[in-house]
Every structure is written in C-alpha cells, then in structure tokens.
C-alpha cells in the first residue's frame, strides 16, 4: 500500500502563514462594529462643541472687537496663558482666532481623551475579561487586536479631523486653516492613543493602562502650560508636549504644517515599542507584575465600609492631587480679573469674587464627574464577577452598594474642601486678600448638594436599570449645558430650573440657600433609597 501525504493549507494553517497580523482583518471588522456607537457619539459631540463654543465665545465672552482685544490682552499679559496658550498673529484679531485661543486646548484634550479609552477599550480590557484568550484561540495572530486597535484609532482620529474641519468652516474658518485645525486634533489624538498602546502592555488592568495614559496627557498639559509662561510664542517646554505641538501649527496665523510631523514621528516610534513590549509578555500578563497581596486582610479592611474605601483610595488620592493644582491654577488667574471689563461679568460686580464664583461651579461639575465614574465603578465590580465572592459572604446587597455609596459621599466632601482651598490659596496669593482661602473652601462645600443629586441619578439606575447607566452621563450633560448656556441658547426661562445645578447661587461667595440645600439633598436620598430598593429585587451580572 501506498499512502500519499500532501500539505494543504486549510484554515488551521493559516496562522502559521499569515503569523503574527494574521487575522487582522477581522479584528478591525469586530473592533469598527463594538464600537459603532461608541465612536461616532464621541466624534459627533466633539464636532458639536464646535458651534456652540463658538457661539459662547463671540455672543457671551467677547460678543465685539473691543471685548476680544481686551480678553486677547488679559489672557497674554496673565497666569491665563497657562490654559489658553500663546497668542499667535494680531491680538485684535477675528472672532475665530480668539474661540482657538480660547478653546483650543479644551478640543486637543477632549481628541487625546477619546483615543486614550478606545486603544484601552481594545487591547487591555480585552484581556482583562477573558475575551482576547477566546479570540486568539481562533487564528489570530499575536498581534492582530493591537493592530485592530490602532487602525481603528487612525480611522476615529481621522473622522474627527474631517468632521471639526467641517464644523469650523461652518463658523467662518477658511477651508485651509479649517483642515488643519481639524488635522492638529487628530495628531494628538494619535499621539495618546500610541502611548495608550505601550501602558498597555505595562499594566495588567485597563484601568492603570488608560491611568498611566491620563497622567502622561496631565504632564504634556503642564509642560505646555509652563511653556506658554516662557516666551510670547511658546518656550523649550511647549516643545516637549504634544498637545504644544499641534498649537505650533498656529491655525489662523502664519500657518504651517510642518509641526504635525513630531506626532507623526512620535507616534510611529511609540507604536513600535508596543509591538515589541508586546512580544515579550504573555497574554494577560504584563510587563510590571503585580504585588502579591496579603494572605489575611488587615484588621482595618474587614468591613464592607473599609474594604470600599480600600478600593477607591487611589482614585480619591490622584484626583485630590489634581483639584489642587487645577484649583492652584485658576485661583491664580484671579488677579488678572480684577482688572478687565468682560461682558460676561455684569457690570459693577466684584470681578474677583464672580470670577471665583465661575470657577467654584466648575468645580462641581469636575466632582459630579468623580462620583459618576465611583458608580460605574460598581458595575464594572458587579458585570465581571468581582463583587460575587464579597456577597457570598455574610455581606448584603444594601450593605455593600451602601458602604461604597457612603465612601463615595465622603470622597466628594473632601474632593470639594481641596479644590476650594487651592482656589482660594491661589486667589489670595493673586490678589493680596487672605480671606479668600476660607470663603472659596466654604463656598465649595455648600454646593456638595447639587453634586449628591448628580450621583444619586447613576446610583438609582443601577439598581433599577442598570443597562441604562449611560443616561448618567446625559444627565450631568445636560445639567451642565442649560445651566451655563441655556439662556444664550435661547430656551425658555422654566428650562434652566429642571437642572440640579442651578438652585444654589453662584455669588456672592459662601450663600447658603437652606430650602435648596435640603431639597437637594432630600432628593439625592430619595433616588438612592429607588436605587437601593431596585438592587434588593433584581438579579446580579455573574460576569
């Protein structure tokens, strides 16, 4: 007998064929398809910011030639150039130069942001929850998921740059200076998303990866701040940032496009190092290892208040150290507000005090923001299995959604005492006048009610509905925009009043409102109970 044995390539040999892109192909399709709706929401409202920006530049902040020549002014001869960067071309100049010098920045952060949670989203959250082990069971190369992910990074940053160039022609941009607005958006983006696909590799959970990723877009921000502080046109540090170098493109000025050739470059030498870290981990592994934990848990940790708020310390810490700085840094910009005559501020007001008044209800909103992602944080525990073990003990449902809850009450208490103290550290270190320090802390504290109300809402919807978390995020959106732009958008005057934001004054510094404290803070309980109560009656995510 004679057996012929031939070599066919079938589909279990195309791995060793194609090798370690093998696969890509699909993953892209996979990857373009989870993200469908992700994606374009996150492109379409940085697009839709455009115009209405815009609009709050040239309708409120400086509606006339002589407002932006003065803004333009205060901002260049100011501690303000550290948010806005350096005045490029003729400080009288149009509209649309001053909403770039105003804004710009706000969009190249909101670009990095936005690539920084899609490369996470695909490369180590998928390992983390098991996915990526499934996929690559099939014929996947080793590299296929983070070739996936880039491209689709690419494909993200690219539909943004077309579609803020098209939203910046529609406010009156020239189509040059429209594309390449739109272009220095996207190489930052590019840019974080590269370094999103190194951290990575380095950490084992999604979280640090999109960390490690946050703090290097916080140190690029401040190099590019401390640089605008160097020179009139920006200093050696505003040419260590990225976010610095799509500014250097100097939109509306003497353009030029040759700045968009760092990103590039350091994008590519930042995507070759993730292929190669990549090469020389296991899957689900990382580069750093993580520390074995104790075999027992410490004395202190063993309660459901205290293990909560073991969870949450790191998260507490990092954006306590960031609301002092921010709060450093804007109370600093107080001094150079005493001095300019803005329309935005009504006439004969204290422009120090309403100045902080601004600034303290942004705060808020930066604090809302922190307790939105606390409650998410508790899905996340819930969907991959993480909180089953705990209830599988003497805890319960309400013991363990309380303690969180509570730690999360306490954490926005002291998130609003830092960033009212930098605040008001940096307004009496501008102006000469201590007694800021105590009255902006104060005036901090008092708003804790309205942001109680906006972590009540996700806190209610996981326990009644919990697939419609997202409707948290709508709902501090929304809450933001009628408060600060209702009435310049033209909604009637009840509009304003349906957000938790607007009951508690603005000025003068420090008023408390009893009837609107104790609403507030009757309503936020109210829908935690709802949340509570939904929690004891559904069933669990087992992950």
Same mark, same amino acid.
């Given at each position: 007998?004679?057996?012929?044995?031939?070599?066919?390539?079938?589909?279990?040999?195309?791995?060793?064929?194609?090798?370690?892109?093998?696969?890509?192909?699909?993953?892209?399709?996979?990857?373009?398809?989870?993200?469908?709706?992700?994606?374009?929401?996150?492109?379409?409202?940085?697009?839709?910011?455009?115009?209405?920006?815009?609009?709050?530049?040239?309708?409120?902040?400086?509606?006339?030639?002589?407002? #932006?020549?003065?803004?333009?002014?205060?901002?260049?001869?100011?501690?303000?150039?550290?948010?806005?960067?350096?005045?490029?071309?003729?400080?009288?100049?149009?509209?649309?130069?001053?909403?770039?010098?105003?804004?710009?920045?706000?969009?190249?952060?909101?670009?990095?942001?936005?690539?920084?949670?899609?490369?996470?989203?695909?490369?180590?959250?998928?390992?983390?929850?098991? #996915?990526?082990?499934?996929?690559?069971?099939?014929?996947?190369?080793?590299?296929?998921?983070?070739?996936?992910?880039?491209?689709?990074?690419?494909?993200?940053?690219?539909?943004?740059?077309?579609?803020?160039?098209?939203?910046?022609?529609?406010?009156?941009?020239?189509?040059?200076?429209?594309?390449?607005? &739109?272009?220095?958006?996207?190489?930052? &983006?590019?840019?974080?998303?590269?370094?999103?696909?190194?951290?990575?590799?380095?950490?084992?959970?999604?979280?640090?990866?999109?960390?490690?990723?946050?703090?290097?877009?916080?140190?690029?921000?401040?190099?590019?701040?401390?640089?605008?502080?160097?020179?009139?046109?920006?200093?050696?540090?505003?040419?260590?940032?990225?976010?610095?170098?799509?500014?250097?493109?100097?939109?509306?000025?003497?353009?030029?496009?040759?700045?968009?050739?760092?990103?590039?470059?350091?994008?590519?030498?930042?995507?070759?190092?993730?292929?190669?870290?990549?090469?020389?981990?296991?899957?689900?592994?990382?580069?750093?290892?993580?520390?074995?934990?104790?075999?027992?848990?410490?004395?202190?940790?063993?309660?459901?208040?205290?293990?909560?708020?073991?969870?949450?310390?790191?998260?507490?810490?990092?954006?306590?150290?960031?609301?002092?700085?921010?709060?450093?840094?804007?109370?600093?910009?107080?001094?150079?507000?005493?001095?300019?005559?803005?329309?935005?501020?009504?006439?004969?007001?204290?422009?120090?005090?309403?100045?902080?008044?601004?600034?303290?209800?942004?705060?808020?909103?930066?604090?809302?923001?922190?307790?939105?992602?606390?409650?998410?944080?508790?899905?996340?525990?819930?969907?991959?299995?993480?909180?089953?073990?705990?209830?599988?003990?003497?805890?319960?449902?309400?013991?363990?959604?309380?303690?969180?809850?509570?730690?999360?009450?306490?954490?926005?208490?002291?998130?609003?005492?830092?960033?009212?103290?930098?605040?008001?550290?940096?307004?009496?270190?501008?102006?000469?006048?201590?007694?800021?320090?105590?009255?902006?802390?104060?005036?901090?504290?008092?708003?804790?009610?309205?942001?109680?109300?906006?972590?009540?809402?996700?806190?209610?919807?996981?326990?009644?509905?919990?697939?419609?978390?997202?409707?948290?995020?709508?709902?501090?959106?929304?809450?933001?925009?009628?408060?600060?732009?209702?009435?310049?958008?033209?909604?009637?005057?009840?509009?304003?009043?349906?957000?938790?934001?607007?009951?508690?004054?603005?000025?003068?510094?420090?008023?408390?409102?009893?009837?609107?404290?104790?609403?507030?803070?009757?309503?936020?309980?109210?829908?935690?109970?709802?949340?509570?109560?939904?929690?004891?009656?559904?069933?669990?995510?087992?992950?």
């Amino acid at each position: 007998m004679t057996v012929t044995v031939s070599r066919t390539r079938g589909r279990t040999g195309s791995r060793a064929a194609g090798g370690r892109l093998t696969g890509t192909g699909a993953m892209i399709r996979l990857a373009l398809r989870r993200d469908r709706i992700k994606l374009p929401l996150w492109v379409l409202a940085i697009t839709a910011l455009i115009p209405r920006f815009y609009g709050a530049a040239t309708t409120v902040v400086a509606p006339t030639p002589e407002a #932006r020549l003065e803004a333009t002014l205060m901002i260049q001869g100011s501690f303000m150039k550290v948010l806005a960067g350096p005045v490029f071309g003729d400080p009288a100049g149009t509209s649309q130069q001053y909403f770039l010098l105003a804004y710009w920045v706000e969009f190249l952060l909101a670009a990095a942001l936005m690539t920084i949670l899609l490369v996470t989203r695909h490369t180590r959250a998928e390992e983390q929850t098991g #996915r990526a082990e499934l996929v690559r069971a099939a014929a996947v190369g080793r590299h296929a998921q983070l070739t996936a992910a880039l491209v689709l990074a690419l494909i993200g940053n690219a539909a943004l740059a077309l579609c803020s160039a098209a939203a910046a022609i529609a406010v009156g941009f020239p189509i040059g200076g429209a594309l390449l607005f &739109g272009a220095s958006l996207a190489a930052a &983006g590019l840019v974080f998303g590269a370094l999103t696909a190194v951290t990575a590799q380095v950490t084992e959970h999604s979280r640090g990866a999109a960390g490690l990723a946050g703090v290097a877009l916080a140190v690029a921000w401040i190099l590019r701040g401390a640089g605008a502080l160097q020179s009139p046109e920006g200093g050696p540090l505003f040419w260590l940032s990225p976010l610095g170098w799509s500014q250097q493109t100097r939109v509306l000025a003497d353009e030029r496009w040759w700045p968009l050739g760092l990103p590039v470059l350091a994008a590519g030498l930042l995507v070759a190092a993730a292929y190669a870290l990549a090469e020389r981990r296991d899957l689900g592994a990382s580069l750093v290892a993580p520390r074995p934990g104790r075999a027992s848990a410490a004395p202190w940790v063993r309660s459901p208040f205290a293990l909560a708020l073991r969870l949450q310390q790191a998260a507490i810490g990092w954006w306590a150290a960031a609301f002092l700085a921010v709060g450093l840094i804007l109370g600093a910009m107080t001094g150079g507000m005493l001095t300019t005559d803005l329309p935005i501020f009504s006439a004969g007001a204290d422009l120090g005090r309403a100045w902080i008044g601004l600034m303290v209800f942004t705060g808020s909103l930066y604090t809302a923001v922190f307790a939105v992602l606390s409650v998410l944080r508790l899905r996340t525990e819930e969907v991959r299995g993480r909180s089953g073990p705990v209830l599988a003990g003497p805890t319960g449902r309400v013991t363990w959604f309380g303690a969180s809850l509570l730690v999360t009450v306490l954490a926005v208490v002291v998130l609003l005492a830092v960033y009212g103290a930098g605040l008001g550290v940096g307004a009496a270190v501008s102006t000469g006048d201590p007694a800021y320090v105590g009255e902006v802390t104060r005036a901090c504290l008092i708003r804790a009610p309205e942001v109680l109300v906006l972590l009540a809402v996700p806190a209610a919807l996981l326990g009644l509905a919990p697939r419609l978390l997202g409707l948290a995020w709508a709902a501090l959106a929304y809450c933001g925009f009628v408060t600060v732009l209702g009435t310049y958008a033209g909604l009637p005057d009840w509009v304003p009043n349906t957000s938790a934001l607007s009951h508690l004054p603005w000025t003068p510094l420090g008023t408390f409102t009893p009837v609107a404290t104790v609403v507030l803070t009757a309503l936020a309980a109210i829908l935690t109970a709802l949340g509570l109560y939904g929690l004891r009656r559904r069933d669990l995510a087992t992950g």
